[in-house]
């Protein structure tokens, strides 16, 4: 099947910088949007980050200006670039994507990674 696994998370001072990954894998025929959220506990997810296949890209306001998203298509990755962390970016972030997945019958089908979890503390 398909899964996501992310990685790069853990702890960042504030101000400080991570950058997260996400790698999906499996029968993938084509990926299309990818995303990130973040959850804190007690919330819901809320999208940070996405990405269109052809790399048009939009970001929340909250973190416009120091987070940016990217993919390379070829690694069927997408990254979290974390600059200027602020201790209210502490959350687990999940990956997300819209996948086709191959097969017999192809079928378009939404997924997502395990979570990382960023803690931002000095």
């Known amino acids: 099947q398909v899964q996501l696994v992310e990685s790069g998370g853990g702890l960042v001072q504030p101000g400080g910088s991570l950058r997260l990954s996400c790698a999906a894998s499996?029968?993938?025929?084509?990926?299309?949007?990818m995303a990130w959220f973040r959850q804190v506990p007690g919330k819901q997810p809320i999208l940070i980050a996405g990405?269109?296949?052809?790399?048009?890209?939009n970001i929340a306001d909250s973190v416009k200006g120091r987070f940016t998203i990217s993919r390379d298509n070829a690694k069927n990755t997408v990254y979290l670039q974390m600059n200027s962390v602020k201790p209210e970016d502490a959350a687990v972030y999940y990956c997300n994507a819209v996948i086709t997945v191959d097969g017999s019958t192809r079928y378009v089908e939404v997924f997502w990674g395990q979570g990382t979890q960023v803690t931002v503390s000095s």
């Open positions: 499996g029968n993938i025929f084509s990926i299309n949007a």
């Open positions: 990405i269109t296949s052809g790399g048009t890209t």
